[in-house]
């Protein structure tokens, strides 16, 4: 063998796969506010100067394996509108947590400063926008992060898969990421399916768009469907509605893809959005910009194929570095707002909130890469006893409500971005799969040295009870 096809064949095993021999020193703790004794979400933790990184959870609690090449680095923990921490990594002590305290700056004393800058928050939104070719990355890159995509209904996870993904973007930043884009499934952790799905509804949607016939579910007869074809037509909905590449290379990647066709902060922004500015915080010791988002004068729409989802009104919040107009953070959702939409959304998901995300950077050579992304839908799970009218007792006890409501979380976290062009190169050469609903096997050595997003109390309760459940199906 050549030693450029040796050369090559290692830097993809350690792309794809990892290295699995990095000494590596844990670190732990809970992140809580001094005032409140409250536990602190998403605050970041990572290691100065490097990409290495996590968030906390919903406790404020978090575990980080850094290299022990780097144990005399700085490790720092932030979160918007409180003073950073900071300490050596091996001056860190994991038995005590960790106090930050308020950090607000004054909203008068900014405004003043110069005339040239941007006052309102639409101005400032326009001007952050009008900056993107300068803070987003300029080089294509790769980004190694992890994954959880979990379903429950309001009782119980009915669907999880964690897994270890790469990500490759090219930069093209003008042109959208629709075909700039490539997501790759490196291995897989955890992947348990126990939904009672009512397959009718998917495998009628299947045919509508794959074979052109328009059936209705309440027509179909499942007895006469094979359940091969059943369950092909599941899994293609399945990627439809939750796969990687629709998060992100959809309208939802709301900055990567100002630039596509019609995009949510695209040229017509402010028609459907109205931006306020609230308030200047401090992030690590940088003021940053807090901006309301409101709705415009049109409702917002994803133009999904064979959805309606449109009709909506854009809400949640931006956060925008002052001294560079980079964007840090945008918590967003899209809540139903025509009547279309709101007849819609109540009668298929019980609820009026149809997309929630929330998006952050973190900035590595003076560019901001993508962070941790969390987005949440409804799904309708069409299963059990649907009544159009009254109903009588025995007919109600057939109708249980929280089998027909489901939601959808996927949360990535991004821990690794690799400029190395020759590396990039390489992978490219591979085969890429996005499916993250493929069974693999599980490697225990590669997820023991590997950055994962560490469960609240509650979804650890849930996940251990899906585990129980899924060793009892499958006896």
Do not use: C
């Not at 933790?45 to 290495?52: A, E, L, M, P, W």
């Not at 093209?172 to 397959?199: E, F, H, P």
């Not at 409101?294 to 959805?307: S, V």
């Amino acid at each position: 063998m050549k030693l450029t096809q040796i050369k090559s064949s290692v830097i993809i095993i350690f792309l794809l796969v990892g290295s699995f021999a990095v000494a590596q020193t844990e670190i732990k703790s809970k992140v809580t506010d001094f005032m409140s004794m409250l536990p602190i979400e998403n605050a970041s933790v990572y290691v100065q100067n490097t990409t290495i990184g996590t968030i906390t959870n919903a406790d404020g609690k978090f575990v980080l394996l850094v290299p022990k090449a780097l144990e005399k680095d700085t490790i720092i923990i932030s979160s918007i509108g409180f003073k950073s921490y900071k300490t050596t990594i091996d001056q860190f002590d994991n038995s005590l947590d960790i106090l930050l305290e308020e950090d607000i700056a004054s909203l008068d004393e900014i405004l003043i400063v110069a005339e040239n800058r941007p006052k309102t928050g639409n101005d400032i939104v326009i001007r952050a926008l009008e900056r993107l070719e300068n803070n987003l990355p300029e080089q294509p890159y790769l980004q190694k992060g992890f994954l959880r995509h979990k379903e429950r209904n309001k009782k119980q996870f009915k669907w999880l898969v964690e897994s270890a993904i790469t990500l490759y973007d090219d930069s093209s930043y003008v042109t959208g990421g629709a075909d700039n884009l490539k997501i790759n499934v490196d291995q897989v952790r955890k992947s348990y399916d126990l939904r009672d799905v009512d397959s009718l509804f998917s495998y009628s949607t299947y045919l509508k768009y794959n074979a052109n016939v328009n059936l209705k579910p309440k027509n179909l007869r499942r007895d006469t469907i094979a359940k091969s074809s059943l369950i092909k037509s599941i899994k293609w909905n399945d990627t439809r509605v939750n796969g990687l590449e629709n998060l992100f290379k959809g309208k939802l990647n709301l900055v990567r893809n100002s630039k596509s066709p019609k995009a949510l902060l695209g040229d017509d922004v402010l028609k459907t959005h109205q931006f306020k500015l609230d308030t200047i915080l401090v992030d690590n010791e940088r003021k940053i910009y807090k901006i309301k988002i409101d709705k415009g004068e049109n409702f917002a729409g994803l133009n999904t194929e064979g959805i309606y989802n449109e009709g909506y009104i854009a809400e949640g919040w931006i956060y925008i570095y002052w001294d560079n107009f980079s964007i840090k953070k945008i918590e967003y959702q899209l809540r139903a707002g025509s009547d279309a939409q709101k007849n819609r959304s109540k009668t298929l998901f019980d609820t009026q909130i149809n997309h929630k995300l929330v998006i952050s950077y973190m900035e590595y050579q003076d560019k901001m890469y993508p962070n941790y992304i969390y987005y949440e839908t409804p799904k309708l799970v069409n299963v059990g006893y649907k009544p159009t009218g009254k109903i009588n007792k025995e007919e109600e006890a057939l109708f249980n409500k929280e089998e027909r409501f489901y939601y959808t979380v996927q949360e990535i976290l991004f821990t690794e971005i690799i400029q190395d062009p020759e590396v990039i190169e390489a992978a490219l050469q591979q085969d890429w799969d996005p499916d993250i609903f493929s069974v693999k096997p599980y490697n225990k050595l590669f997820w023991d040295n590997y950055n994962t997003l560490l469960e609240s109390e509650e979804d650890e309760k849930l996940i251990k009870d899906l585990t129980k459940r899924s060793s009892l199906f499958k006896q």
